[in-house]
């Protein structure tokens, strides 16, 4: 079996989800998969003086009065009005969430939090938002009560001194919402092939694995990576030193011979303790680097029948060869490969790490007086 294979994460779409429960549990191991506790720290920190290098002027004139602030999540309404929550290709999952109660409780001492919602959560699941609306929404003091409160959906309350809510807001804000939107796009697309590859609805014939890549934002990767996980795909390599993967530019500038290269590449590392990962831009290079010991062929830029009529040739010549397809790939293409693709092992894609595309509106409110 392929170095990939790990248990699925699950979905929380009612037409391919595990239970809520085993959902959650799922969810909340994965946080153990983050860094230290301190080295998130370190990271807020950097963030922190980012944002605030010197004077806070704003701060001396709100004062430290103890205050309530809301998280809400901004639901979209449908070209109908109705909440925009009926399918896959609108799962918002919240994403973050061990991460700022380090920001809240650990880098602002004062500042405490409860979520309202779990890691992993659909917040367009129409059972949560009611769930919400009705436990919180009526005892939340809003600011206002204009017709859009209607649509922000209270996840969490943060209480503390109203100074520090106000420099934490814009920091807490970014985090929750570049998460939030990287998991999302996984869940869509992991939902996508739960629903396409059962035998009942699509037919489609691929049974891999769908992996993100090393295109991270710099600072960022191992949150980044931890929310492709969240949203139920893989994280694939971490770094360039976790595997050997070498490229088209390795290759070339090696004078073009894929065999020589996975060769010094297999007399570096010894002992076989490192995969070997080759570009390759045909069928022949593909041969050609499994011949040589690679241990994962990536078809670079083939669409779905040509990745699929090259998989089948060489898993009947190496069986144990890993087969990963990428280039090209985004939430739009990858239909064609989930229908195509029974002997493609990965399908690996960047634009999961940069979100796709996808905006999770989220504010933060101060909502009550405590003292």
């Given at each position: 079996m392929s170095h990939y294979e790990t248990t699925q994460a699950s979905s929380s779409s009612s037409s391919s989800s595990l239970s809520s429960t085993n959902h959650h549990s799922l969810t909340q191991s994965l946080q153990f998969m983050l860094p230290p506790k301190p080295l998130i720290i370190d990271k807020l920190k950097d963030w922190i003086r980012e944002d605030i290098p010197a004077f806070d002027v704003s701060a001396s004139i709100v004062g430290d009065s103890r205050q309530r602030s809301t998280i809400f999540y901004k639901m979209k309404k449908n070209s109908n009005g109705s909440m925009d929550g009926s399918s896959h290709n609108s799962s918002v999952i919240v994403c973050g969430i061990p991460i700022l109660t380090i920001l809240f409780e650990e880098c602002f001492s004062e500042l405490s939090v409860k979520w309202l919602v779990q890691e992993g959560d659909n917040l367009n699941d129409e059972h949560l938002v009611t769930h919400l609306m009705n436990e919180y929404g009526k005892t939340l003091k809003y600011p206002s009560q204009s017709q859009c409160e209607k649509t922000k959906i209270p996840i969490a309350v943060v209480d503390g001194p109203v100074y520090?809510?106000?420099?934490?807001?814009?920091?807490?804000?970014?985090?929750?919402?570049?998460?939030?939107?990287?998991?999302?796009?996984?869940?869509?697309?992991?939902?996508?092939?739960?629903?396409?590859?059962?035998?009942?609805?699509?037919g489609g014939k691929f049974r891999g694995e769908i992996a993100a890549t090393r295109k991270t934002t710099p600072g960022l990767r191992h949150f980044e990576k931890y929310a492709v996980l969240v949203g139920g795909c893989k994280p694939h390599r971490m770094d360039l030193s976790q595997m050997i993967m070498l490229k088209d530019n390795h290759i070339d500038a090696c004078g073009g011979s894929i065999a020589n290269c996975v060769k010094r590449a297999k007399m570096l590392c010894g002992m076989n303790t490192q995969k070997i990962e080759v570009e390759c831009r045909s069928l022949e290079d593909a041969r050609q680097a499994a011949l040589a010991g690679a241990d994962i062929v990536m078809l670079d830029n083939f669409n779905a029948i040509q990745a699929e009529e090259a998989a089948r040739v060489l898993m009947k010549e190496f069986p144990n060869l890993v087969i990963e397809v990428s280039g090209g790939l985004n939430p739009e293409t990858v239909l064609d490969y989930l229908k195509h693709c029974e002997h493609v092992h990965v399908l690996s894609m960047g634009i999961l790490t940069e979100g796709g595309g996808v905006k999770v509106d989220f504010s933060m409110k101060i909502t009550e007086k405590l003292d």
């Amino acid at each position: 079996m392929s170095h990939y294979e790990t248990t699925q994460a699950s979905s929380s779409s009612s037409s391919s989800s595990l239970s809520s429960t085993n959902h959650h549990s799922l969810t909340q191991s994965l946080q153990f998969m983050l860094p230290p506790k301190p080295l998130i720290i370190d990271k807020l920190k950097d963030w922190i003086r980012e944002d605030i290098p010197a004077f806070d002027v704003s701060a001396s004139i709100v004062g430290d009065s103890r205050q309530r602030s809301t998280i809400f999540y901004k639901m979209k309404k449908n070209s109908n009005g109705s909440m925009d929550g009926s399918s896959h290709n609108s799962s918002v999952i919240v994403c973050g969430i061990p991460i700022l109660t380090i920001l809240f409780e650990e880098c602002f001492s004062e500042l405490s939090v409860k979520w309202l919602v779990q890691e992993g959560d659909n917040l367009n699941d129409e059972h949560l938002v009611t769930h919400l609306m009705n436990e919180y929404g009526k005892t939340l003091k809003y600011p206002s009560q204009s017709q859009c409160e209607k649509t922000k959906i209270p996840i969490a309350v943060v209480d503390g001194p109203v100074y520090q809510l106000l420099q934490v807001e814009r920091l807490c804000l970014n985090i929750l919402s570049h998460l939030s939107g990287v998991a999302s796009i996984c869940r869509r697309v992991h939902d996508l092939q739960m629903e396409e590859t059962c035998e009942k609805k699509g037919g489609g014939k691929f049974r891999g694995e769908i992996a993100a890549t090393r295109k991270t934002t710099p600072g960022l990767r191992h949150f980044e990576k931890y929310a492709v996980l969240v949203g139920g795909c893989k994280p694939h390599r971490m770094d360039l030193s976790q595997m050997i993967m070498l490229k088209d530019n390795h290759i070339d500038a090696c004078g073009g011979s894929i065999a020589n290269c996975v060769k010094r590449a297999k007399m570096l590392c010894g002992m076989n303790t490192q995969k070997i990962e080759v570009e390759c831009r045909s069928l022949e290079d593909a041969r050609q680097a499994a011949l040589a010991g690679a241990d994962i062929v990536m078809l670079d830029n083939f669409n779905a029948i040509q990745a699929e009529e090259a998989a089948r040739v060489l898993m009947k010549e190496f069986p144990n060869l890993v087969i990963e397809v990428s280039g090209g790939l985004n939430p739009e293409t990858v239909l064609d490969y989930l229908k195509h693709c029974e002997h493609v092992h990965v399908l690996s894609m960047g634009i999961l790490t940069e979100g796709g595309g996808v905006k999770v509106d989220f504010s933060m409110k101060i909502t009550e007086k405590l003292d």
